[in-house]
């Protein structure tokens, strides 16, 4: 599995930008890896899908935290900090950003909220 070279927060940007050993390299914005924590908050408890984290479009990322050689926990503004970002995790979301928004998006209108 690739693994993060450069990490760089973009602080006015509100956004993780990121390069890859295999020379992928993302752009990733605070809203975005707010709404995909790997967190349980967000996730969900004993495999039930919750509701769509909405309200996060002015969300930053305040800090990052290395988690040893595996990880690191991106501090956002509104408190949350619970989530480790893998490195395979971390990767899946800049290689499949486009799908992933379109599809959060599209669960966002489904429920109508």
Same mark, same amino acid.
């Given at each position: 599995m690739p693994r993060p070279v450069d990490i760089v927060l973009k602080t006015a940007e509100r956004r993780l930008d990121l390069?890859? *050993?295999?020379?992928?390299?993302? @752009?990733l914005p605070a @809203? %975005? !890896?707010r709404v995909f924590s790997p967190s349980a =908050?967000? $996730?969900g408890h004993g495999g039930a899908k919750p509701p769509a984290v909405l309200g996060k479009a002015s969300v930053a990322i305040t800090r990052i935290e290395p988690v040893g050689h595996y990880a690191v926990r991106l501090v956002f503004d509104d408190g949350h900090d619970s989530g #480790? %970002? $893998? +490195? *395979?995790y971390l990767y =899946? #979301?800049?290689v499949n950003q486009a !799908?992933? +928004?379109a599809a959060y998006l599209a669960d966002v209108e489904n429920t109508g909220r």
């Open positions: 390069c890859f *050993d295999d020379g992928v390299t993302a @752009q @809203q %975005y !890896l =908050e967000v $996730r #480790l %970002y $893998r +490195w *395979d =899946e #979301l800049s !799908l992933n +928004w």
